[in-house]
Nanobody, 115 residues
Framework: QVQLVESGGGSVQAGGSLKLSCAAS????????MGWYRQAPGKEREFVSI???????GYADSVEGRFTVSQDNAKNTLYLEMNNLKTEDTAVYYC?????????WGQGTQVTVSS
């Protein structure tokens, strides 16, 4: 059973930084691509960033150059470092594991950026 638990969300002013964590159990990064997604109020969930099973990374255009995804294989933890945050980054951020045959989601962590 794959379980994902996000943490690290909070409230910051525009221009600030936050680092999100996603602790994964039951999933190994060698089998599952790991991703970050977000959902703002009244909007659909959208892709933010991903790390493939071979370690390649990808980002949405809106966060490219400001967000950095990384993972610690020993701790089975995925990270999302977010810098120069903008008000439009306000959303619930979700971690996902895309494993053979199934995808799993965490419960989300709220990020609020104020001007």
């Amino acid at each position: 059973q794959v379980q994902l638990v996000e943490s690290g969300g909070g409230s910051v002013q525009a221009g600030g930084s936050l680092k999100l964590s996603c602790a994964a159990s039951g999933a190994t990064f060698s089998r599952c691509g790991m991703g970050w997604y977000r959902q703002a109020p009244g909007k659909e969930r959208e892709f933010v960033s991903i790390v493939s099973v071979i370690g390649t990374t990808g980002y949405a255009d809106s966060v490219e150059g400001r967000f950095t995804v990384s993972q610690d294989n020993a701790k089975n933890t995925l990270y999302l470092e977010m810098n120069n945050l903008k008000t439009e980054d306000t959303a619930v951020y979700y971690c996902a594991a895309h494993c053979p045959g199934s995808s799993y989601w965490g419960q989300g962590t709220q990020v609020t950026v104020s001007s």
